[in-house]
T-cell receptor, first 113, second 113 residues
Framework: GESVGLHLPTLSVQEGDNSIINCAYS??????FIWYKQESGKGPQFIID?????DKRQGQRVTVLLNKTVKHLSLQIAATQPGDSAVYFC????????????FGAGTQVVVTP | NAGVTQTPKFRVLKTGQSMTLLCAQD?????MYWYRQDPGMGLRLIHY???????AKGEVPDGYNVSRLKKQNFLLGLESAAPSQTSVYFC????????????FGDGTRLSIL
């Protein structure tokens, strides 16, 4: 079946720099996408979402970009802080799905001083 | 506001033992889910429920059973635990069919010896 995301790589970022985390999806029928943050020993926390009729959405220090042409989703974190160290993963929902999501494995972000 | 609460947080079982994981949500959500999270992999859906009294199989249902006798609770049972069921289990809930993110609990870490 179709799946979302990457194997679990690590992104090392210096404090204060911007982070970019990528996610490839393969289901062209997906119409809703979410980024989650998961800290060690915790459950996934919602960061930001985007619908397929949008290309970009901004939140507080985070921006999600959606490129439907190449089926690519990215999360940008501005001025990365030590508290941003976590695993980040994307999720997608197909348009004909009532509430089933496919999840990527995630990217480990490590913020260095 | 507690959100989604999972009990227990940790458990060690011997092969063949049984146990029940409890998920409770206080958001009056219709949909509830059980996932397992294994290293290097995205969340995989075990079972889900679209309302009180209903349950359905997800992607990896074998060896698990569920019940949703009350809207706020979703129970996951292991009748005869196997080492392959060692994992972190997450419960999630969702308010409805619209484009909105799931809310997750903090997980149950289960080891089967």
């Amino acid at each position: 079946g179709e799946s979302v995301g990457l194997h679990l790589p690590t992104l090392s970022v210096q404090e204060g720099d911007n982070s970019i985390i990528n996610c490839a999806y393969s289901n062209s029928a997906s119409d809703y996408f979410i980024w989650y943050k998961q800290e060690s020993g915790k459950g996934p926390q919602f960061i930001i979402d985007i619908r397929s009729n949008m290309d970009k959405r901004q939140g507080q220090r985070v921006t999600v970009l959606l490129n439907k042409t190449v089926k690519h989703l990215s999360l940008q974190i501005a001025a990365t802080q030590p508290g941003d160290s976590a695993v980040y993963f994307c999720a997608e929902k197909a348009a004909d799905s009532w509430g089933k999501f496919q999840f990527g494995a995630g990217t480990q972000v490590v913020v260095t001083p | 506001n507690a959100g989604v609460t999972q009990t227990p947080k940790f458990r060690v079982l011997k092969t063949g033992q049984s146990m029940t994981l409890l998920c409770a949500q206080d958001m009056n959500h219709e949909y509830m889910y059980w996932y397992r999270q294994d290293p290097g992999m995205g969340l995989r859906l075990i079972h889900y429920s679209v309302g009180e009294g209903t349950t359905a199989k997800g992607e990896v249902p074998d060896g698990y059973n569920v019940s949703r006798l009350k809207k706020q609770n979703f129970l996951l049972g292991l009748e005869s635990a196997a080492p392959s069921q060692t994992s972190v289990y997450f419960c999630a809930s969702l308010g409805g069919r619209g484009k909105q993110p799931q809310h997750f609990g903090d997980g149950t870490r289960l080891s089967i010896l």
